[in-house]
């Protein structure tokens, strides 16, 4: 994956609460063998007024020209619950966002986006309410800049706020690690208990 260290660019405000799984890509786009090209359907019941035409919705916020780069998104509480299905975290990088702001995240959603190279910051439902004001305001998107380094967001009003996060999931992001890459960081132990328990249980390896 991708390292994250710093990246600033545009916010999305997308504040709605319990925006959930199905909502961020509904089943019937999720018929892709490959996770590349699901950021066509991402949203796909809001980005578009015809779904089977892709006519857009011009009132979509993610469908105006200055939100259109935007690779930050500011949503509302509990986003991303519902279903556990990862589709969603891939359509959501798959169509460029790096780093979701919200109050709170469904419990699986926040995991796999570590695990895919976004990240999920946790701020105060004021805060991310103010900040998706100042990006509303700003005449070619507000641009947020985030430090996973020294743990810190910046609104587009140069507000600096810290943010919470486990260390094991800052360690992923900031190496770019998914889950098997971590694992194998721990490849030389592995092999010593593989070696240890061939000597006491050599019937399991037959």
């Known amino acids: 994956m991708e390292k994250f260290t710093q990246h600033a660019g545009i916010a999305a405000p997308l504040l709605q609460i319990n925006i959930d799984t199905d909502a961020i890509i509904p089943s019937k786009e999720m018929k892709r063998v490959s996770k590349e090209g699901l950021g066509e359907g991402l949203f796909a019941n809001w980005r578009y007024s015809d779904v089977a035409k892709r006519v857009e919705n011009p009132d979509f916020v993610l469908n105006q020209s200055r939100y259109r780069d935007a690779t930050i998104l500011l949503a509302g509480l509990n986003f991303g619950c519902g279903s556990s299905r990862e589709h969603a975290v891939w359509a959501l990088k798959d169509w460029g966002i790096r780093a979701i702001i919200a109050p709170s995240f469904g419990s699986i959603f926040y995991g796999n986006c570590v695990r895919n190279g976004i990240l999920p910051i946790e701020l105060d439902e004021d805060v991310v309410t103010s900040w998706a004001a100042e990006a509303l305001s700003?005449?070619?998107?507000?641009?947020?800049?985030?430090?996973?380094?020294?743990?810190?967001?910046?609104?587009?009003?140069?507000?600096?706020?810290?943010f919470d996060i486990a260390p094991a999931d800052r360690e992923m992001l900031l190496e770019g690690l998914?889950?098997?890459?971590?694992?194998?960081?721990?490849?030389?132990?592995?092999?010593a208990f593989r070696v240890r328990d061939q000597q006491r249980r050599g019937w399991a390896y037959l």
């Open 178 to 191: 998914d889950s098997i890459a971590v694992t194998l960081k721990h490849d030389d132990d592995i092999k």
């Open 138 to 162: 700003a005449a070619n998107g507000g641009r947020i800049s985030i430090d996973l380094v020294a743990k810190t967001a910046t609104s587009p009003n140069g507000e600096t706020r810290a």
